[in-house]
């Protein structure tokens, strides 16, 4: 499946209920050579294609897809997913809640923000760990305040659902995958849960701050579109050897915002990003 310009289609986010987005099911068009010959709006630049398999550029407000390629292929998300994770950990925790980490949290496949057993951390910090540099030790110790691998787990897959993610199905609260637990979702479903996920002021807040306070240290946001495209607003990578390399961003310029998505990438996805948001900042 081919990438559509917005002239040919569009999909539009739904509002459900207070925090119920998704988008409406209409037929996708296949890009075909004589859409590939028509002319652009003056100004506009051109759409790039790059290294991710299936993407999507949608107006993060008004919901519209801009462009999309294989939109509803499910994959992995690898720690794109930590964003839901977010989003469950303030439905039931307030930021300043605090634990103690202990040695379970710590022994698993890093990136890691380097939790010290027998060190208290509040959720705040812990979401700063895992929103800015993709803490799996942070999502395990969130998971536990939340009642367990399995309960948090549970609960993110009942937000998906709530939210409209309904192609999405998490196996563990870092997005680690390995055979018998994988998680799966889809271009589509990711812009979903980014939109639902940037309604929560903190979430807002961490995933555009470019350093944060941190027990013993300070954390420096991962994410290089901070640095490197102007409006940046937020945005979150993963890779796993299953979901190759994610992301999930947005940006802004003057009102609009705008959403990328990019799964089962290799190579420069950042660079593809950036092609992406011009692209779409350069339509009407």
């Excluded at 089962?264 to 092609?275: E, K, R, V």
Aim: with cysteine; net charge positive; glycine share 8%.
């Amino acid at each position: 499946m081919a990438c559509s310009r917005s002239r040919r289609w569009s999909r539009t986010f739904i509002a459900g209920c207070a925090l119920a987005m998704t988008m409406s099911s209409v037929g996708v068009v296949t890009r075909t050579p004589a859409a590939l010959a028509q002319p652009q709006p003056a100004g506009a630049v051109a759409l790039p294609e790059g290294p991710a398999q299936a993407w999507l550029l949608a107006d993060l407000d008004s919901g519209r897809v801009l462009a999309s390629r294989n939109p509803y292929e499910p994959h992995a998300p690898a720690s794109t997913i930590k964003v839901l994770l977010a989003m469950v950990v303030l439905d039931h925790l307030s930021p300043d809640n605090f634990a103690r980490a202990n040695r379970s949290h710590t022994e698993v496949e890093c990136s890691c923000v380097g939790l010290t057993p027998g060190q208290p951390y509040t959720t705040r910090q812990l979401l700063s760990a895992l929103l800015m540099v993709s803490g799996n030790d942070a999502a395990n110790m969130l998971a536990d305040m939340l009642g367990g691998q399995r309960a948090a787990v549970a609960a993110m897959n009942r937000k998906a659902a709530l939210v409209g993610a309904k192609s999405t199905r998490a196996s563990s609260p870092s997005g680690l995958d390995g055979p018998g637990w994988e998680s799966i979702t889809t271009p589509h479903d990711l812009a979903v849960m980014l939109r639902a996920a940037l309604n929560y002021p903190l979430i807002a807040q961490i995933m555009r701050s470019p350093t944060a306070p941190f027990p013993g240290k300070t954390l420096t946001n991962q994410n290089e579109l901070l640095s490197r495209y102007p409006g940046d607003i937020a945005g979150k990578t993963g890779f796993t050897n299953l979901a190759r390399k994610t992301y999930v961003g947005a940006a802004q310029r003057g009102n609009r915002r705008l959403a990328v998505v990019q799964m089962y990438g290799t190579g420069d996805l950042y660079g593809q990003a950036i092609g992406l948001f011009d692209y779409g900042f350069s339509q009407p």
